[in-house]
């Protein structure tokens, strides 16, 4: 058994490694290597960390056999230091470490051992997993000490959109047919797009709206602080792929809703990270039309037994609405 540890910096070096552990059984979007250069910029972009921790890449391999990739960051909490997974304290939904399918809990064990060994660091603090995460089910099956930190995530399953929609509260079904028949006594056109190629006046149009969104919901100084000075992963990520990453609801052409939303590997989820609305087109309730549209579409065309929408992180009163069911996301804090 081998680790080999080398700066973040030289990630890069070892962009082939992914794609051979890529995708396992429970490897996610935000497991993949586009994704890891996100948070590997955002890392970079975040000058407290930058100023009070050192990052590295480590590769672990057992029998000759690349077995996991795990990028870290060493920090100091109180008179101790820690180790955190890359994108801890981010704007990542959901983290992990990424590893293949024959990944033990003895590789494990030897992993955080030998890492232990190297960094002279036993005190590890991981955030930000599913429940269904490959470090969540290692961490459990290891019989490890650990203090748990849960918070809430939505999760919507379902092989049939027709009786999916149908279970709906009557209540809820009779507001998503009000904002349809205001659209339509308003004489306002509509319609869903996922946006294939990601023009730089689209990015201006949302991230204006965004700008302004968080302008309603916090006073000027904090919109300077999480919007001007922040670095956004999401739109970073748009702006660097301009990929099919994009929804939007237009009303008259005008966007009135926008979700950025990400695919999992096996194509069985989708994950709903960011969700906008206009202020402008608010009595239309586009948001809620727009992510109807978004799991009719592609219910649709699903070729899989069932389909997967992760409203991700937080316990908005929509999720519960569209029957979203409540999952862990989880955080771990132990020594070794």
Do not use: C
């Not at 960051?73 to 801890?88: P, V």
Request: hydrophobic content about 40%.
């Amino acid at each position: 058994m081998e680790l080999k540890i080398d700066s973040l910096r030289k990630f890069k070096t070892y962009r082939h490694l992914f794609f051979q552990l890529m995708p396992n059984k429970n490897s996610t979007f935000f497991s993949s290597f586009e994704w890891f250069r996100i948070l590997v910029k955002e890392y970079y972009n975040n000058v407290y960390l930058l100023l009070s921790s050192k990052a590295y890449i480590s590769i672990y391999s057992s029998n000759n056999r690349i077995k996991a990739i795990f990028a870290f960051f060493i920090k100091k909490i109180g008179k101790k230091k820690g180790i955190f997974l890359l994108g801890s304290g981010g704007k990542s939904d959901y983290l992990d470490i990424i590893k293949s399918d024959d990944f033990s809990d003895v590789d494990f064990s030897s992993l955080f051992s030998l890492i232990k060994s190297k960094m002279h660091v036993s005190n590890f603090h991981f955030y930000n997993l599913s429940s269904k995460s490959n470090t969540s089910e290692l961490i459990i099956n290891n019989s490890l000490t650990y203090k748990e930190i849960i918070t809430e995530a939505y999760e919507l399953q379902f092989s049939s959109y027709d009786i999916y929609y149908n279970s709906l509260s009557k209540n809820f079904k009779q507001n998503i047919r009000t904002s349809y028949n205001k659209l339509k006594s308003s004489n306002k056109t509509y319609r869903l797009e996922l946006i294939e190629h990601i023009s730089n006046f689209t990015l201006f149009i949302i991230s204006f709206i965004y700008a302004k969104r968080l302008i309603n919901k916090n006073n000027f100084f904090k919109f300077f602080f999480k919007y001007l000075f922040t670095f956004d992963p999401y739109f970073y990520f748009l702006k660097k792929n301009k990929s099919q990453n994009l929804a939007v609801f237009k009303i008259n052409e005008s966007i009135a809703a926008y979700m950025i939303f990400f695919k999992n590997l096996n194509n069985d989820t989708y994950y709903l990270s960011r969700i906008v609305l206009n202020s402008k087109f608010s009595k239309f309730s586009p948001g809620i039309l727009m992510i109807l549209e978004f799991i009719k579409n592609n219910s649709v065309n699903n070729t899989n037994s069932e389909l997967i929408f992760d409203f991700t992180n937080g316990n908005e009163k929509y999720k519960k609405d569209f029957l979203a069911s409540k999952k862990s996301v989880l955080g771990y804090e132990f020594t070794i």
